[in-house]
């Protein structure tokens, strides 16, 4: 089935570790996202991705890294750095806002650090 | 950079009535708006979304009208079923940016 898969569903780190979150699409797409949820507010965008070995920040990148080897593959890395790292991850994947616009999102990494 | 409000942050409604989510953005520039509804346990899925070049657009039950002088838009379920139940998120975005905005989140709870 075509979709996003995100690794692992939940995950849990002692403070001071780097963690990192897998994302992987098989929809041929150009365009991916990081966006972070917590609860009361919304969806805040972490990095995106427009093309291979390419990538922007968004709003909240402070204490994340990705990278963008594979057309297939956006992993974001939680560093210790990041000073208020529990929270849920959301992959997305889309065309590209000069198509659609429509983004597509995986089921979410759960990350709690003791 | 672009703001997003939504409200209201939590909705319950009888099986069978109507709901109404309304969100306003900052960003006259912004052109492009989304609405996603997220099930328990699952990402976020676009359900509908409109263009500034637009005032309403319907599918189905659901509807979403846009005010760009006011800088608001709205979406509108109609008779609610219980399957409605989730949280839903509005965005916006500049059709031309790759950054969509989101607001803070509706939880809709259909009432049996």
């Known amino acids: 089935d075509g979709g996003i898969t995100q690794s692992p569903k939940y995950l849990f780190r002692k403070e001071g570790q780097n963690v990192t979150l897998s994302c992987e699409q098989n929809?041929?797409?150009?365009?991916m996202y990081w966006y972070r949820q917590d609860p009361g507010q919304g969806l805040r965008l972490i990095y995106y991705?427009?093309?291979?070995?390419?990538?922007q920040k968004g709003d909240i990148a402070e204490g994340y890294s990705v990278s963008r080897e594979k057309k297939e593959s956006f992993p974001l890395t939680v560093t210790s750095a990041q000073k208020n790292p529990t929270a849920f991850y959301l992959c997305?994947?889309?065309?590209?806002?000069?198509?659609?616009?429509?983004?597509?999102f995986g089921e979410g990494s759960r990350l709690t650090v003791l | 950079g672009e703001n997003v409000e939504q409200h209201p942050s939590t909705l319950s409604v009888q099986e069978g009535d109507s709901a109404v989510i309304k969100c306003t953005y900052s960003?006259?520039?912004?052109?492009?708006f989304p609405w996603y509804k997220q099930e328990l346990g699952k990402g976020p899925q676009l359900i509908i979304d409109?263009?500034?070049?637009?005032g309403e657009k319907k599918d189905q039950r659901i509807a979403v009208t846009l005010n760009k002088t006011a800088k608001h838009f709205s979406l509108h379920i109609t008779e609610t079923q219980p399957e409605d139940s989730a949280v839903y998120f509005c965005?916006?975005?500049?059709?031309?940016?790759?950054?969509?905005?989101f607001g803070t989140g509706t939880r809709l709870t259909i009432i049996p």
């Open positions: 409109i263009r500034s070049n637009v």
């Open positions: 965005a916006a975005s500049n059709f031309g940016n790759e950054k969509l905005t």
């Open positions: 997305a994947s889309g065309l590209g806002v000069t198509n659609t616009g429509e983004l597509f």
């Open positions: 991705s427009q093309i291979v070995n390419d990538f």
């Open positions: 929809l041929n797409h150009d365009a």
């Open positions: 960003d006259s520039a912004s052109n492009y």
